[in-house]
């Protein structure tokens, strides 16, 4: 009984994890630029993957506490990837599509003429 | 002192409980590998105190709660924009004002931020000023205060 029951809760996990996997991999294709699409990405890569793993620890209850340090890492390392793509991308100067509001334009330009200032000496 | 022994207890208790192994020969393994970790990383004395262990534990179970509600609300309002034939985003980068003072109090901030589905932190300017891009920089910015404030609530048990 709880055997079927930890079953039925891993097929749960694989399906949303899959459906989750898939809207991010559509919202990558569809979404303009690259920091709109590292949300896609980025997200896909943490949850996709700790639901597939919830998954395997139901399914497999052998090594568990593995499973659980492995999701913890991956909930850890998966956002601080994510942000230094980002950062990456804007410190390079890769441009956002329709853009509405921009708190870090200002910045942007200080930094700018830092960097010409810096340049010209 | 007392921290490192803390760290190698840690470190000791974790690798018996990842390979489920109670011999003695295992047991003195796990102390080599937490002293040689507890070498490497060098703990702050007062991060981490024994008697606030359990209160700690308990409001970082309620402070990942929080966030795993958090995360599957956001979640289901980025996969109906995604899904969407019009894909109504409104792009743009917010600035959000980080509640912790501390290094790892807004490393920590910026961490809840960037692992909410549509919210992702791009850079991190003076006095821990969170510069934020939003999938939707309109409902973010009208939402960004209160999950803050409760952000702020919840790490203030962890730490303090």
């Not at chain 2, 909410?116 to 891009?133: A, F, K, M, R, S």
Request: with cysteine; glycine share 6%.
């Amino acid at each position: 009984m709880l055997e079927e029951l930890l079953y039925a809760a891993a097929a749960l996990a694989i399906l949303v994890g899959t459906v989750f996997s898939m809207i991010g991999m559509i919202g990558l294709l569809r979404l303009p630029d690259v920091y709109a699409r590292l949300h896609a990405a980025g997200k896909v890569s943490t949850f996709g993957v700790v639901l597939l793993t919830v998954a395997a620890i139901l399914a497999v209850p052998y090594a568990w506490s593995r499973g659980l340090l492995l999701i913890a890492l991956l909930l850890l390392a998966g956002p601080v990837v994510a942000h230094a793509i980002a950062s990456a991308a804007w410190r390079t100067g890769v441009p956002m599509k329709g853009v509405c509001r921009d708190d870090l334009a200002a910045h942007r330009l200080v930094t700018d003429e830092q960097h010409s200032a810096r340049a010209v000496r | 002192m007392l921290a490192y022994l803390r760290l190698v207890l840690i470190c000791l208790v974790l690798f018996l409980a990842l390979t489920e192994n109670a011999e003695p020969a295992n047991i003195v393994l796990g102390l080599l590998i937490g002293v040689l970790v507890a070498l490497v990383v060098r703990p702050a004395p007062d991060l981490l105190s024994i008697r606030r262990l359990p209160l700690v534990l308990f409001n970082l179970a309620r402070y990942t709660l929080w966030l795993a509600v958090d995360i599957i609300r956001n979640g289901i309002r980025v996969a109906r924009i995604v899904l969407d034939p019009k894909l109504p985003i409104r792009p743009g980068i917010l600035a959000i004002q980080s509640e912790m003072k501390s290094e790892l109090g807004i490393a920590l901030n910026a961490h809840a931020i960037t692992v909410t589905p549509g919210e992702q932190v791009v850079e991190i300017g003076e006095d821990g000023v969170l510069y934020t891009h939003c999938l939707d920089v309109v409902a973010s910015a009208e939402s960004a205060e209160a999950a803050q404030r409760t952000r702020r609530r919840l790490m203030e048990g962890i730490f303090r």
